[in-house]
């Protein structure tokens, strides 16, 4: 894999990450040794090239300080099963993104998505990645508008249903598990939000067909995904990463205005978000590696772990070989 300067883990571990990185005291307990080496492999990836030559812009407001660090957990032996990390839906995510997030940039990135779209209370929204719903439920708070909150990941999506339901948004922020390829809605919506999601869908003008078949005669369409133009497509490691990632293939900028040309919208905006998006990943990152020194996870969220550390590893490695982040905007 080529190499990624991990700016914010370095600002975090005060310069160097790989030295740093491996020199925290993790558990050993359960296996957590070995999710420790395999992080500090996934920081080599990114260190080993040399691309730390200077600081990048804007480093101001990064979370990941010093004073962000947990103590070295004192060593605690015969501890109880029960008092292990069993990750619920999307606490992975969380521990990487922040509280109730799922996406890297979650809370300014969807805010970004939202913006634009004039929401009122006489709208009817319609959200394609909803997530554990958070965002979807302070816009409700905010404007009153009905929203429905569509999410590929069945146990999210359970989760997130609970967390509307217990905040009083139940009938207001409606979280349903759905197949993007088979999207139906039996309501009509004046706007569409999504983050990171025709990348994955195997026929993707079935589907931006379907998404245009919910929308109203003026609707807005904001969305956030993967775009690989195709001088860079055969890079092997956008191949490596896509054989990973099953079902992953990014459309180019030039297909992508195309899927939505076919469907009646007009693709408005095309903002090349992806210094931005890396940032946030590794910002996540060293979120993580906080994290992960404070607890004993089970077998079961170690195997889980480990998935999405490879899943990361094989995406960053598509980013550096010329995979880019793009903001969409699209108007009826």
């Known amino acids: 894999m080529t190499g990624f300067a991990l700016y914010p883990i370095a600002r975090f571990f005060m310069f160097n990450p790989l030295q740093a990185i491996s020199q925290m005291p993790f ?18 990836d990114f260190w080993k090239d040399g691309h730390w030559e200077r600081e990048p812009d804007n480093l101001d407001g990064l979370d990941a300080s010093p004073s962000d660090v947990a103590p070295p957990p004192v060593p605690q032996k015969n501890r109880p099963r029960d008092d292990l990390w069993h990750a619920m839906p999307g606490e992975i ?20 998505l939202i ?9 009817n929204i319609l959200d394609l990645s909803a997530g554990l719903g958070s965002r979807l439920r302070k816009t409700v708070d905010e404007f009153g508008a ?11 999506a359970q989760r997130g249903m609970e967390l509307s339901k217990a905040s009083g948004h139940g009938k207001h922020v409606i979280i ?15 706007c569409v939000i999504s ?3 025709i990348y994955r869908v195997a026929d993707k ?28 497509r055969d890079h092997p490691a956008i191949a490596a990463w896509m054989e990973v990632e099953k079902g992953a293939n990014p459309p180019s900028l030039v297909e992508m205005a195309g899927l939505w040309a076919k469907a009646g919208f007009t693709l408005r905006v095309h903002d090349d978000q992806t210094d931005y998006y890396m940032k946030e990943v590794l910002r996540g990152l060293a979120r993580f590696l906080a994290f992960i020194n404070t607890v004993d996870p089970t077998p079961e969220t170690q195997a889980a772990v480990r998935k999405r550390l490879k899943t990361w590893t094989y995406r960053l490695g598509a980013f550096q070989a010329g995979m880019k982040f793009y903001r969409f905007y699209a108007m009826r």
């Open 205 to 232: 003008q079935r589907f931006v067909q379907s998404v245009a078949a919910c929308c109203k005669k003026k609707a807005q369409i904001s969305f956030t995904d993967y775009v690989v133009d195709p001088e860079c």
């Open 93 to 112: 995510s969380e521990k990487m993104w922040g509280p109730l997030c799922v996406t890297p940039g979650d809370v300014e990135i969807t805010e970004e």
């Open 195 to 197: 983050r990171e999601t």
């Open 146 to 156: 009905y929203i429905d909150g569509f999410e590929p990941d069945a146990g999210i």
């Open 115 to 123: 913006v634009p779209l004039g929401i009122n209370k006489d709208m």
């Open 27 to 44: 558990r050993a307990m359960y296996g957590v040794a070995r999710l420790r080496q395999e992080i500090v492999g996934l920081a080599q």
């Open 176 to 190: 349903r598990h759905y197949d993007p390829m088979n999207l139906a809605s039996p309501r009509s919506y004046d």
